[in-house]
Every structure is written in C-alpha cells, then in structure tokens.
C-alpha cells in the first residue's frame, strides 16, 4: 500500500508565499494506475516530484506499507529512486548516442556494471514491448511511440514497486497515445506495481484504475 498523508508544499514566506500543492491525502494498493488530472500549474508535477524525492514537501509523509519514507536527503532520495521508483516523464530523456539496448543497461551500470543476467532482461523487456527489433535503434531512428515504450521499458530495469509516469502521452497522437497507457496499464497489473500518472488528458484517464483531480495545489 503506498499513501500520501497531507502533503503540502509552499514556496515563500508571508504575503509572498505560494502554495503549490496543501494538504493533499489519497491512497493507493499494489496493481493500481491512478490518474492524476489538472490543468496546468494546479500541482501535478509538484507532486511526482515529491513522491519521487527530487523535492522535498514542506509538510507531509509518504508511506509504502506502512512505513514513513525519509527523503529529507539527497542521498536518502537518490538510494529511494534507485531501488524503489521506475520514473517516465513526458520527454524520453533517452540518451541519444544509445541504441535502445544501452539505454536499458544504463539503469545496471549506474549501480556497477550490467550482469549477464541484466542484459537477458533489456531484451525480454524489450520484446514485452514490442521492440525486439529495434533493439540496435538509436533514438533518432524510433518514433514518437517506440521512444515512450522505450522509456517506460527502461523504468522497469530495477524492477520497481512504484512507477511515476509524467505525462507520457503529450507529444503523441490519441491512438498511440492510448496504446501507451494500455500498455503501461498492463505491465502494472501483471507485475503488481503502484502507478502514478500525470495527465492532462481526461482520454488518457479514462484507461486508469482510479482518478483524483488536483485544482490549484488541492484534490478537487
């Protein structure tokens, strides 16, 4: 079970403070995609960022099973994203120089080296999502769609509890954007995982377990 428990976070102090996200509290159990829909500047980025420890919420928990996640740390948050947290964003963020292969392995190396045993995983990932052959791809030779499951497949290296997808589907079309989220959809269910996903879109929501709506920083 992963919960937020009245995270706020301000920015400021007095007449000039901003509330970006206040007293925002919701759950959600193993095998579940919740959408998280809003316009822009109503906190939903904010809130990937917190969950993902890159910020730090002015008050507020995070809880998986449980226990209360420390992240008031840099190293406490880089050690939570590396063995606990898959992270999509909205851009690829693949690095361009590698085939798609190598950007899978990147997740191993950052740890050591890529074990044999790692190598056997980028491929079947690879294969799961429908990319065998284009493993030896650079990005420049994927499209739009073949990038974002290339993304996503690389989030699944350190076979993560929790996934925090931010928005996936902004620079694709609706039908590859739905086959997206459907394929996003699936891997949670079958691996058990926890799934955040930031959308603008109420179409690409529709394909989620469960939905809040944030609206200037509060669940609306």
Known sequence: MFEIRNITKTYGSGHTQVVALEDV????????LLAVLGPSGSGKTTLVSIIA???TPTSGDILVDGAAVHLRSSAEAARFRRTMVGLVFQE???VPYLTARDNLLLVPHLSGAASVADKARADRLLADFGLADRASHRPAMLSGGERQRVAIARALMNEPPIMLVDEPTASLDTARGEQVVELLKRQVHEREMTCIMVTHDPRMAEHADEEIRLLDGRLA
């Open 92 to 94: 690829h963020h693949l």
């Open 53 to 55: 420890g890159l910020l």
């Open 25 to 32: 509290s919701f759950s959600l159990g193993k095998g579940r």
